[in-house]
């Protein structure tokens, strides 16, 4: 009976070990989690979320999104490896695959004009000084993973509202709309 426990035990912990946390690719056809819009036909960052129990993988269209699901109370206990891409090291139209770094080591830039896939959205890199770099030339303020909270995406979501403000008088000034005969309608 011990043999058998031992071998059980063992299996269990080997099973454990299998399980593969490394990023994967993003692909056309996946989906976010939280939206549901097109993983890669959007700019900026993504994000990842490897179950490290399961395997299970979750993919983000933004940085901002992947947030909105961590921060659930219900997915703050999962044991998850979390990647984003490294923003010095991607074209921001088209980031590869091969630059998603561990999201918990990166660091944060929030506030900058930078556009992702849901609007503003949070900029990662592996390095303190690219971030900083980043904020200095395009505004914004550098965070740690821990730092962001519930409050830190409200002000985001703010800065998206402005967005959307100006992106619609961008597209109405381009039809020779004006703001008074758009409100008429």
Not at 155 to 170: N, V
Request: hydrophobic residues 40%; glycine residues 8%.
């Amino acid at each position: 009976m011990l043999c058998l426990f031992i071998f059980v035990a063992a299996c269990s912990e080997e099973a454990k070990q299998e399980i593969n946390t490394d990023p994967v690719t993003f692909k056309a056809g996946d989906e976010c989690i939280v939206c549901g819009m097109l993983v890669t036909e959007w700019p900026g960052t993504k994000g990842q979320s490897i179950n490290k129990q399961t395997g299970e993988t979750l993919k983000f269209c933004s940085t901002t999104d992947l947030f909105s699901w961590w921060l659930q109370p219900e997915n703050k206990t999962v044991k998850a490896q979390i990647y984003v891409h490294d923003s010095a090291k991607i074209d921001w139209a088209n980031p590869s695959d091969e630059h998603l770094i561990d999201g918990r080591d990166a660091w944060y830039v929030v506030g900058s004009d930078l556009i992702g896939a849901m609007g503003p959205t949070l900029v990662s890199f592996a390095e303190e000084a690219d971030a900083l770099e980043l904020a200095a030339k395009r505004g914004g303020r550098v965070l740690r993973f821990d730092d962001i909270d519930l409050y830190v995406l409200q002000e985001i979501g703010q800065a998206g509202h402005k967005y959307a403000e100006d992106h619609g008088k961008q597209i109405r000034e381009s039809m020779g709309v004006s703001h008074s005969e758009d409100e008429a309608e």
